[in-house]
């Protein structure tokens, strides 16, 4: 059974770093697809950062420079280094994974698994 357990969350100010990390078990597999995804209060779920097997990543325009999403395969452990951060980043993340060979990985499309989220708050 695929759990994926992400950590790293907190509160930080205006202009913080945090580095989220989410700890993937019960594949043998590398996910095709990885990524970040966050959610606000009344807001839709929206991507933040996803990369591919092969490394290609994507990121939302609202966060590019200043996160950065990596991988561990070794250690089945997805990263999200976030600096700069601002107070519209604040939400809920989820660490999500897809095995679908070909996959969009810019979409949810291409993820069917999730974790639970960890909360991020950045005070102005």
């Known amino acids: 059974q695929v759990q994926l357990v992400e950590s790293g969350g907190g509160s930080v100010q205006a202009g913080g770093s945090l580095r989220l990390s989410c700890v993937g078990s019960?594949?043998?597999?590398?996910?095709?697809?990885m990524g970040w995804f966050r959610q606000a209060p009344g807001k839709e779920r929206e991507g933040v950062a996803t990369i591919d097997m092969g490394g290609g990543t994507n990121y939302a325009d609202s966060v590019k420079g200043r996160f950065t999403i990596s991988q561990d395969n070794a250690k089945n452990t997805l990263y999200l280094q976030m600096s700069s951060l601002k107070p519209e980043d604040i939400g809920m993340y989820y660490c999500a994974a897809g095995w679908r060979a070909g996959a969009n990985c810019r979409g949810s499309a291409g993820f069917g698994y999730w974790g639970q989220g960890t909360q991020v708050t950045v005070s102005s």
């Open positions: 019960g594949y043998t597999y590398s996910p095709y697809c």
